[in-house]
T-cell receptor, first 112, second 115 residues
């Protein structure tokens, strides 16, 4: 069966520090992968999606970047964190043919 | 452009009573519609989806949703609410021809079921 791993679960970082969040998927190949941010326990904002290795589409211009170095690995990064980067970050992959998105457990990032 | 509206920030219902969580959408072409649920500090979990076929879709945990094309709505329903149904519910839409299969999520509706 397919599983999605996301870590760390919680992260506290100072303003100006770098960021690297990792997401890996098991049990499937060539998945569509997504990074979302959820602010204050409400709506999801799509940040990046990827349809294949090295293929990244950005939805919102911001302080973050994403990379997909391997088929089932999706990384969210920042060179210098801002206070506004705080939030709950969710990784997801899209399953076919059911067209359902499967979410990781999320990373709660606090930038202080 | 795709969009989803969940007009209620919060829905309160007594245990055993029916519940409805509202959702309206806007999309070009045929919509793929979804409901997801989120428990505190967790990722979203899939509940049900509509792609084609019967307008009444049945999903997990006794939930169902009705697709209404003329009203562009996809309301989530359950005949008898449980306290354990208390959570954050998201409606989502995707156009059938969306690049990258991007799904747009609503702002979420918090459901409180009181014992």
């Amino acid at each position: 069966s397919q599983t999605i791993h996301q870590w760390p679960a919680t992260l506290v970082q100072p303003v100006g520090s770098p960021l690297s969040l990792e997401c890996t998927v098991e049990g499937t190949s060539n998945p569509n992968l997504y990074w979302y941010r959820q602010a204050a326990g409400r709506g999801l904002q799509l940040l990046f999606y990827s349809v294949g290795i090295g293929q990244i589409s950005s939805e919102v211009p911001q302080n973050l970047s994403a990379s997909r170095p391997q088929d089932r690995q999706f990384i969210l990064s920042s060179k210098k964190l801002l206070l506004s980067d705080s939030g709950f970050y969710l990784c997801a992959w899209r399953g076919t043919p059911k067209d359902i998105q499967y979410f990781g457990a999320g990373t709660r990032l606090s930038v202080l | 452009a795709q969009s989803v509206a969940q007009p209620e920030d919060q829905v309160n219902v007594a245990e055993g009573n029916p519940l409805t969580v509202k959702c309206t959408y806007s999309v070009s072409g045929n919509p793929y519609l979804f409901w997801y649920v989120q428990y505190p500090n967790r990722g979203l979990q899939f509940l049900l989806k509509y792609i084609t076929g019967d307008n009444l879709v049945k999903g997990s945990y006794g939930f169902e949703a009705e697709f209404n094309k003329s009203q562009t709505s996809f309301h989530l329903k359950k005949p008898s609410a449980l306290v354990s149904d208390s959570a954050l519910y998201f409606c989502a839409v995707r156009a059938s021809n969306t690049g990258g299969f991007k799904t747009i999520f609503g702002a979420g509706t918090r459901l409180f079921v009181k014992a």
